[in-house]
């Protein structure tokens, strides 16, 4: 029988993709099946990674300002420019390093993989029973101990932790001494750069001015877009360290730590470059370990996946079938297309059309919303007014028509791909939109591609 930190990993994999339950119960045969809301955004992910960052990336340049080098950086174009010089190995030494980490085990010191992250979450679960410890993560433990349980995690054994044999600052200490060893950072060295403008983005006041207040909102949606990124055993056990030190966090009156103490406890290991200090840092160390406090609060947000980036992906499976050109997509074809794709799912599974069609109506007026409500929230300049002459000219010239209840008045829309972001944004409250034609901008002028 594999162990238990497998048998974890697979199923906590598997719930990535696709939540569903088998019953052999006859009386529940008929039940729908209720899929994870990322179900398309992961099968997008799996057999179009190429298509799926370039969505991904999209959107995130059009929250935080990249310049040429730090978006090749994070699409590994070119390599890396750290603080302090540091940087990936490079020709021997990289042999050197990969040669004494198979010396070191599986575990300790490795590239993360599926097999070391099952069994590093032994610590994990066993710390989620043990949080109102004082000084967790903080206080060290026994170094004799702590190397015994090294030793049997590197040799793949499974470890009762329940024992007593070990105390709960041991294991806490491994914990940090794992992510310590990495090659790399938890967050990896190329999104280094994207986390340091995340950390800069503030609300703008009524005249377009930049505040010091931070925009959380954008913070947030920023990094949910960064998470999908992240190679899988990354984001994987990023979303389990994230959870435990939420959980964490919450028992401050008990163990007296904060999201921000255990941000200081973890930030060198999972944002800091390697081989940097905190000098090398310099006023980018209080960014960095505001960025993780930050991270712990909202853990509970960021591994979901914004609300545009999945209708993009259910599009592209349920949507039109045939491959059209790379700069077509427009918001309002995607209307037609949801409304053919459901006329074909009533006709196999004799479900009722009129109900689906007005949910997938009330989708896509959610979607503008949240579309203008990001354009008006953007600074004030000659793309933002660009972008509201846009919708006063498509709001003054449609109006809200409803489509007939019927398969036969459904037509089938222009095939497309996805080869930029879409946003799509809340609305006013003073604004009423309704689905509008918004093609996909070359953005000549400012040399950068991007989803108007």
């Not at 730090?70 to 540091?86: C, S």
């Not at 300790?108 to 949080?131: D, R, V």
């Not at 056990?237 to 007296?256: G, V």
């Amino acid at each position: 029988m594999p162990p238990v930190g497998t048998i974890f990993l697979y199923l906590f994999t598997c719930d990535a993709i696709c939540n569903f339950v088998i019953c052999n119960d006859s009386s529940l045969r008929g039940q729908p099946i209720i899929f994870n809301p990322d179900f398309f955004v992961e099968k997008l992910r799996h057999e179009k990674p190429e298509v799926f960052t370039e969505l991904v990336v999209s959107n995130i340049t059009r929250l935080i300002d990249l310049p040429g080098t730090e978006l090749a950086q994070l699409m590994g174009e070119v390599d890396l420019k750290l603080p302090g010089g540091a940087g990936p190995a490079s020709g021997f030494f990289r042999s050197l390093m990969s040669h004494k980490r198979k010396e070191k085990g599986v575990v300790f010191g490795s590239p993360l993989t599926e097999e070391g992250i099952a069994q590093i979450y032994q610590l994990i679960e066993y710390l989620h029973k043990n949080l109102r410890v004082e000084g967790l993560f903080r206080v060290p433990g026994n170094s004799v101990r702590q190397q015994i349980l090294r030793d049997a995690l590197n040799n793949g054994t499974d470890i009762d932790l329940e024992s007593g044999e070990f105390h709960s600052n041991d294991v806490a200490t491994l914990l940090k001494m794992f992510l310590g060893e990495l090659p790399e950072p938890l967050l990896t060295h190329k999104h280094f750069h994207a986390h340091l403008k995340i950390a800069d983005l503030m609300q703008f006041d009524d005249k377009g001015n930049k505040t010091n207040v931070p925009d959380k909102e954008r913070q947030i949606e920023a990094l949910q877009l960064l998470f999908l990124i992240l190679p899988p055993p990354n984001r994987n056990l990023l979303k389990l360290l994230l959870d435990l030190l939420y959980q964490t966090a919450k028992k401050q009156d008990k163990n007296k730590m904060s999201a921000y103490n255990l941000a200081l406890m973890f930030a060198p290991h999972v944002l800091w470059p390697k081989n940097v200090t905190a000098n090398d840092l310099q006023e980018n160390i209080t960014k960095l370990n505001n960025g993780m406090a930050f991270m712990i609060k909202h853990s509970q947000k960021l591994f979901k996946a914004p609300v545009y980036i999945r209708e993009c992906a259910r599009l592209h499976y349920l949507g039109s079938r045939t491959q059209a050109s790379k700069d077509d997509l427009d918001l309002t074809a995607s209307c037609h297309s949801k409304s053919f794709q459901l006329a074909k799912f009533q006709k196999r599974n004799q479900v009722d059309f009129c109900s689906h069609q007005e949910e997938t109506q009330q989708r896509t007026e959610e979607a503008l919303r949240e579309l203008f409500q990001h354009v008006h929230n953007m600074p004030e300049s000659a793309k933002k007014k660009q972008l509201i002459r846009q919708f006063n000219k498509h709001a003054a010239t449609q109006t809200p028509q409803k489509e007939p209840c019927t398969p036969r008045a459904q037509k089938r829309a222009r095939s497309r791909s996805f080869s930029g972001l879409i946003k799509v944004y809340s609305g006013s409250p003073a604004v009423t939109m309704t689905p509008t034609r918004l093609k996909w901008s070359e953005g000549k002028k400012e040399g950068k591609k991007g989803f108007l």
